[in-house]
């Protein structure tokens, strides 16, 4: 029996746009509810469990977090964060220089472009995650503002084996919450930020030690930023 396969390609067409629309109506949806929701998990919070790290995570409020914590992050991983617009271009370019002559690879991430990494997408440096990257920073700076950034960033970021966001960080390295952090122990979390499974703040590791120095000397310098102030009420 001769199968007719005249309206089959209009018809599969159609399903196809209808997915696409559901997906990008519900990915919209999605975004629009992260501004006040924080995310059930993520791709790389799965594969910390998938891999036998654990998983130790307890989201907290901006208003739970100690200023000093969110003024070492910005110091440590994106000076200009309050500034730009998801992008910082000058330090884009001088990591693409560096990693043309040299084996050892520098990023040039903004905290905006390792939220969207971390919350939508998952770890590797293909061409296509760096797409979706560039398009998520996009839309997650232009829907929740730098607030809600930096508190995602804080929520959700690795800082040690198994341990995500500032406040499981906080019991596992000073046995105390994240509203309590000195000056000193939110400079020695943030400057394992790079690579926490390596660079451990307990034991204090010898990068820890020296790189949370020159945090805790950035956070002086900056702290009195009026466009920073905002970011630590």
């Not at 409020?61 to 992050?73: E, G, Q």
């Not at 730098?146 to 929520?155: C, S």
């Amino acid at each position: 029996m001769a199968i007719n396969t005249k309206g089959l390609i209009p018809r599969a067409w159609r399903i196809i746009k209808r997915v696409f629309i559901v997906l990008f109506v519900f990915h919209l949806f999605y975004l629009l509810l992260l501004k006040w929701v924080d995310p059930p998990i993520t791709l790389t919070q799965l594969g910390s469990l998938f891999r036998g790290e654990g998983l130790k995570r307890s989201y907290v409020s901006m208003k739970d977090i100690s200023p000093y914590a969110k003024l070492a992050v910005i110091c440590s991983e994106d000076q200009l964060f309050p500034d730009h617009d998801g992008f910082d271009f000058k330090s884009i370019e001088k990591a693409m220089k560096h990693n043309q002559k040299s084996k050892s690879l520098h990023g040039a991430s903004t905290i905006s472009q390792q939220v969207a990494k971390n919350v939508f997408l998952w770890q590797g440096r293909s061409w296509f995650r760096k797409a979706l990257e560039t398009y998520f920073t996009f839309m997650i700076e232009w829907m929740w503002g730098k607030k809600r950034i930096l508190e995602l960033y804080l929520n959700i970021s690795e800082m040690g084996k198994g341990v995500y966001g500032i406040e499981a960080a906080a019991h596992a390295d000073f046995n105390k919450p994240a509203h309590t952090l000195t000056r000193i122990e939110a400079a020695r979390i943030a400057a394992g930020l790079p690579n926490p499974k390596v660079f451990t703040v307990k034991p204090l590791s010898s990068h820890v030690a020296s790189r949370s120095a020159w945090i805790v000397g950035q956070m002086g310098v900056l702290q009195n930023d009026p466009d920073i102030q905002k970011l630590l009420r």
